[in-house]
């Protein structure tokens, strides 16, 4: 489909069903519809073999009864921008020694990002794919292994969080197109680190959408060929939900989910809003189900899991159904993994909340204990996203502490936040900027204040010492990759809460880790847990560290000896020095 350059040209085809007759034209023919006609080949195919080559510019002169239409393919790879001509692309890429593998799934920890506001030249211009290349040796060195890139197709305008796609197959002008993303995919892959892309999928639009009406023909005033006529095809940003049930609409959005894994060599995709795919209302009320949309999605995943399943692809759905991520062959739609609003939810506002005697710390062992399917990670935990710090809602510190995100209150439980991301069971994500607690909200068209990472480099160190802990690069916290998790300590008065993780069998020195967590502003000279084993037990990390922070109290937390005595229903127990609003990571070996 779309233009497919070879040897002696290019092949021009487009589904135009309602169509009576179809020309491409563009620089090749001086835009005369009279000079390539498009053959009809059935089923509302038409296509035609014409002399042009790539960088040529083109559209697609449609005429249905009286109106003759001018359309941007809706496959085209790129356009000279989402209100001009689409553009004949050579998808010939030299990746030079590209042999990456994806990271083990329990072992991905994902920074999100937005290209246009992550690494700008000039504020008052987009950042692009390049300006992101320049920042990978510092995403490689804070030990992240994935980057999720909000959607980067075609959308109006330079700026734009993304989630208003244009043109769905082209890659967004002002970011550097197709070949600057190939560009961030090959250098990402020599710093060991994956693209995760986020594709819409859910609706189209609504600005400058040559799919609208495409062939000219529509249903109560409605969408046309690509989307629903109905009442299915309300979403909250306008009637523009695409038609799940039309064989063509479907496989333009399979091709489209292939392309970006196959083409472009992206690791993962992240497809915004799945809830709003399988049901009109985004709710679970099945008087408003799309059936089609749900079988849509997992023979995505079906397709993908069978022909390239080291590639993950991740729901937001935010619903809690664990049908999502449960295999297709068990009724499920296959992503392997989802956004988890349970843990977001609760585990933000029980660091937002003002008051210690109002955490509510059977809800966070909740959260921390979740899992879907009874694999821990086929959830995506954090407690910044891109909705999270917008829509209304501003970054932890800043939701903490308006206006003064610097002060010890914010930084103290944005890092308590920061330590159960990445040590609870899940895949750990976190927004760009939340290691150096960027202020505010997010905007696209604020750039991150990257002066920070030099001025808060002690709260960055923070950030990576618990991404090697998460990613065990030490050696002593495997239990932080394992599939199991047990919240066995919850005071309530103090504030405070303990959980093991585990890898193998019922762990062991090299294996289980303690997480030690304390919600209030309170300190602990000798605060004591059950404990699993007999031995030396040692602090890995301690979130009070001055190192981290000058403002932190450094407070002591030395190791333990087990000492025998049933505690927490354990059979041994020990002592450990916790300081206000701090994590404590415990291990033995």
Same mark, same amino acid.
């Given at each position: 489909?779309?233009?497919?350059?070879? @040897?002696?040209?290019?092949?021009?085809?487009?589904?135009?069903?309602? @169509?009576?007759?179809?020309?491409?034209?563009?620089?090749?023919?001086?835009?005369?519809?009279?000079?390539? *006609?498009?053959?009809?080949?059935?089923?509302?195919?038409?296509?035609?073999?014409?002399?042009?080559?790539?960088?040529?510019?083109?559209?697609?002169?449609?005429?249905?009864?009286?109106?003759?239409?001018?359309?941007?393919? *809706?496959?085209?790879?790129?356009?000279?921008?989402?209100?001009?001509?689409?553009?004949?692309?050579?998808?010939?890429?030299?990746?030079?020694?590209?042999?990456?593998?994806?990271?083990?799934?329990?072992?991905?920890?994902?920074?999100?990002?937005?290209?246009?506001?992550?690494?700008?030249?000039?504020?008052?211009? *987009?950042?692009?794919?390049?300006?992101?290349?320049?920042?990978?040796?510092?995403?490689?060195?804070?030990?992240?292994?994935?980057?999720?890139?909000?959607?980067?197709?075609?959308?109006?305008?330079?700026?734009?969080?993304?989630?208003?796609?244009?043109?769905?197959?082209?890659?967004?002008?002002?970011?550097?197109?197709?070949?600057?993303?190939?560009?961030?995919?090959?250098?990402?892959?020599?710093? $060991?680190?994956?693209?995760?892309?986020?594709?819409?999928?859910?609706?189209?639009?609504?600005?400058?959408?040559?799919?609208?009406?495409?062939?000219?023909?529509?249903?109560?005033?409605?969408?046309?060929?690509?989307?629903?006529?109905?009442?299915?095809?309300?979403?909250?940003?306008?009637?523009?939900?695409?038609?799940?049930?039309?064989?063509?609409?479907?496989?333009?959005?399979?091709?489209?989910?292939?392309?970006?894994?196959?083409?472009?060599?992206?690791?993962?995709?992240?497809?915004? %809003?799945?809830?709003?795919?399988?049901?009109?209302?985004?709710?679970?009320?099945?008087?408003?189900?799309?059936?089609?949309?749900?079988?849509?999605?997992?023979?995505?995943?079906?397709?993908?899991?069978?022909?390239?399943?080291?590639?993950?692809?991740?729901?937001?759905?935010?619903?809690?159904?664990?049908?999502?991520?449960?295999?297709?062959?068990?009724?499920?739609?296959?992503?392997?993994?989802?956004?988890?609003?349970?843990?977001?939810?609760?585990?933000?506002?029980?660091?937002?909340?003002? %008051?210690?005697?109002?955490?509510?710390?059977?809800?966070?062992?909740?959260?921390?204990?979740?899992?879907?399917?009874?694999?821990?990670?086929?959830?995506?935990?954090?407690?910044? %996203?891109?909705?999270?710090?917008?829509?209304?809602? %501003?970054?932890?510190?800043?939701?903490?502490?308006?206006?003064?995100?610097?002060?010890?209150?914010?930084?103290?439980? @944005?890092?308590?936040?920061?330590?159960?991301?990445?040590?609870?069971?899940?895949?750990?994500?976190?927004?760009? $900027?939340?290691?150096?607690?960027?202020?505010?909200?997010?905007?696209?068209?604020? *750039?991150?204040?990257?002066?920070?990472?030099?001025?808060?480099?002690?709260?960055?160190?923070?950030?990576?010492?618990?991404?090697?802990?998460?990613?065990?690069?030490?050696?002593?916290?495997?239990?932080?990759? $394992?599939?199991?998790?047990?919240?066995?300590?919850?005071?309530?008065?103090?504030?405070?809460?303990?959980?093991?993780?585990?890898?193998?069998?019922?762990?062991?020195?090299?294996?289980?880790?303690?997480?030690?967590?304390?919600?209030?502003?309170?300190?602990?000279?000798?605060?004591?847990?059950?404990?699993?084993?007999? +031995?030396?037990?040692?602090?890995?990390?301690?979130?009070?560290?001055?190192?981290?922070?000058? +403002?932190?109290?450094?407070?002591?937390?030395?190791?333990?000896?087990?000492?025998?005595?049933?505690?927490?229903?354990? @059979?041994?127990?020990?002592?450990?020095?916790?300081?206000?609003?701090?994590?404590?990571?415990?291990?033995?070996?």
């Amino acid at each position: 489909m779309g233009a497919i350059p070879h @040897a002696s040209g290019t092949t021009f085809r487009v589904w135009a069903p309602h @169509a009576k007759a179809v020309s491409v034209i563009g620089t090749f023919n001086d835009w005369n519809a009279k000079t390539h *006609p498009l053959k009809a080949e059935g089923n509302g195919y038409w296509a035609a073999d014409v002399a042009a080559q790539p960088g040529a510019e083109y559209k697609f002169w449609i005429r249905n009864g009286k109106q003759v239409l001018k359309r941007n393919d *809706p496959y085209a790879r790129a356009v000279t921008n989402s209100a001009g001509n689409s553009i004949v692309f050579d998808p010939a890429y030299d990746w030079e020694d590209d042999h990456f593998e994806m990271p083990a799934w329990n072992t991905l920890v994902i920074y999100e990002l937005h290209v246009g506001t992550f690494n700008p030249k000039s504020p008052d211009e *987009p950042g692009t794919f390049y300006d992101v290349i320049e920042k990978l040796p510092y995403l490689q060195e804070l030990g992240i292994n994935a980057i999720e890139v909000m959607p980067a197709t075609e959308f109006p305008g330079g700026r734009s969080w993304g989630y208003n796609p244009s043109h769905p197959f082209a890659l967004e002008t002002d970011y550097g197109g197709p070949q600057g993303f190939k560009e961030l995919i090959k250098q990402a892959h020599r710093h $060991g680190i994956a693209v995760i892309l986020d594709v819409v999928y859910n609706h189209f639009g609504p600005g400058d959408l040559d799919l609208w009406q495409f062939d000219g023909w529509s249903e109560n005033d409605g969408g046309g060929i690509y989307f629903y006529n109905d009442w299915r095809a309300e979403t909250p940003w306008g009637h523009n939900r695409p038609d799940y049930g039309r064989e063509a609409v479907r496989r333009y959005i399979r091709d489209n989910a292939l392309m970006w894994l196959e083409e472009f060599r992206v690791d993962g995709l992240r497809l915004d %809003s799945i809830s709003h795919v399988r049901n009109v209302h985004g709710s679970d009320n099945p008087e408003t189900d799309l059936p089609d949309g749900w079988s849509l999605m997992r023979w995505i995943n079906e397709e993908i899991h069978a022909h390239m399943p080291w590639k993950i692809t991740i729901a937001e759905d935010l619903q809690g159904n664990e049908y999502i991520t449960r295999s297709a062959d068990q009724d499920g739609q296959g992503f392997a993994a989802q956004w988890d609003a349970a843990f977001v939810n609760i585990v933000r506002d029980a660091l937002i909340t003002q %008051s210690d005697d109002d955490r509510n710390l059977s809800a966070v062992a909740g959260a921390i204990g979740t899992s879907y399917n009874g694999d821990a990670f086929q959830r995506v935990i954090y407690t910044e %996203s891109h909705d999270e710090v917008a829509n209304g809602k %501003s970054r932890v510190p800043e939701e903490i502490m308006p206006g003064e995100a610097a002060h010890w209150y914010p930084k103290k439980r @944005a890092t308590l936040g920061a330590a159960l991301v990445f040590t609870s069971p899940g895949v750990p994500m976190i927004f760009q $900027g939340q290691e150096f607690l960027a202020e505010g909200y997010f905007s696209d068209d604020q *750039p991150v204040q990257w002066h920070r990472a030099t001025e808060l480099a002690g709260l960055v160190n923070l950030y990576r010492d618990l991404i090697r802990l998460r990613r065990n690069l030490h050696g002593t916290t495997n239990g932080l990759t $394992g599939q199991h998790t047990e919240v066995f300590h919850i005071n309530d008065e103090d504030k405070t809460i303990a959980f093991r993780r585990w890898a193998d069998g019922d762990g062991g020195p090299n294996d289980t880790t303690i997480v030690l967590a304390n919600f209030a502003d309170r300190t602990h000279e000798a605060y004591t847990v059950g404990l699993p084993a007999e +031995g030396q037990w040692h602090v890995r990390f301690n979130s009070d560290w001055q190192g981290y922070d000058e +403002g932190f109290g450094n407070f002591e937390s030395f190791g333990a000896e087990a000492e025998e005595g049933e505690y927490d229903g354990m @059979a041994w127990h020990g002592s450990f020095g916790l300081a206000p609003y701090s994590v404590l990571i415990i291990s033995q070996g």
